[in-house]
C-alpha cells in the first residue's frame, strides 16, 4: 500500500485539519521536477512544509493544554494534602 493512501485511510476524522497535506506537497515537488527545480522552487517548498508543521505543532500545544488542564485537578488536591512535601 502506498503512503498516502495508508495516511488517508487512517486518519483521525477530528484531527484533519492538523494533518500534514502530504498529497499538496508531493503534487509541488512533481510539478516542479518535471519542469526543472530551482532555488526559488526551494524557497516556496520550505515555506509550505513550515506551515504544514505549523499545523502539528498547534495539534500537539492544544493537546499538552487538554493534558494539563485535565491533570491540573490532581496535581492541586495532591498539593493540598502534602503542604511540606
Not at 512533481?30 to 517548498?45: M, N
Request: proline share 4%.
Amino acid at each position: 500500500m502506498k503512503f498516502g493512501q495508508q495516511l488517508r485511510e487512517s486518519l483521525f476524522p477530528d484531527w484533519k485539519f492538523y494533518y500534514v497535506d502530504y498529497s499538496g506537497l508531493k503534487r509541488f515537488l512533481y510539478e516542479r521536477t518535471d519542469k526543472g527545480y530551482t532555488a526559488d522552487d526551494e524557497s516556496e517548498f520550505v515555506k509550505l512544509l513550515d506551515s504544514e508543521l505549523e499545523k502539528v505543532q498547534l495539534l500537539h500545544m492544544f493537546g499538552a493544554m487538554q493534558l494539563g488542564s485535565s491533570l491540573a485537578p490532581e496535581i492541586d488536591g495532591n498539593e493540598k494534602q502534602n503542604p511540606h512535601d
